[in-house]
């Protein structure tokens, strides 16, 4: 069973940046697609960027230009470099496998909070 440890969250002022990190166990790693989702209060889960196996990425129209998916199959790690924050990406997001294009396994989440 995969588990996939997110940090990197907290509370920054709108226009900062934050890096999320989320470390993968499993020797598959780099045989699967990761992507970074956020569900803010009130609101459904909703995908925020995607890299596959071979790096290719695809982000939702709101975080592109702001968010970079990144991967490390050496580390088991992928990554999501947020700049220009704004209050609207206030949310808990997850990083989840996935497999064949099904969510397979999820992380905890971790809180990112941008005020105004």
């Known amino acids: 069973q995969v588990q996939l440890v997110e940090s990197g969250g907290g509370l920054v002022q709108a226009g900062g940046s934050l890096r999320l990190s989320c470390a993968a166990s499993?020797?598959?790693?780099?045989?699967?697609?990761m992507g970074w989702y956020r569900q803010a209060p009130g609101k459904q889960r909703e995908l925020v960027a995607h890299i596959t196996r071979g790096g290719n990425t695809n982000y939702a129209d709101s975080v592109k230009g702001r968010f970079t998916i990144s991967r490390d199959n050496t580390k088991n790690m992928v990554s999501l470099q947020m700049n220009s924050l704004k209050p609207e990406d206030t949310a808990v997001y997850y990083c989840?496998?996935?497999?064949?294009?099904?969510?397979?396994?999820w992380g905890q989440g971790t809180q990112v909070t941008v005020s105004s």
């Open positions: 499993g020797s598959d790693f780099s045989m699967t697609a």
């Open positions: 989840s496998q996935l497999r064949f294009g099904v969510n397979v396994a």
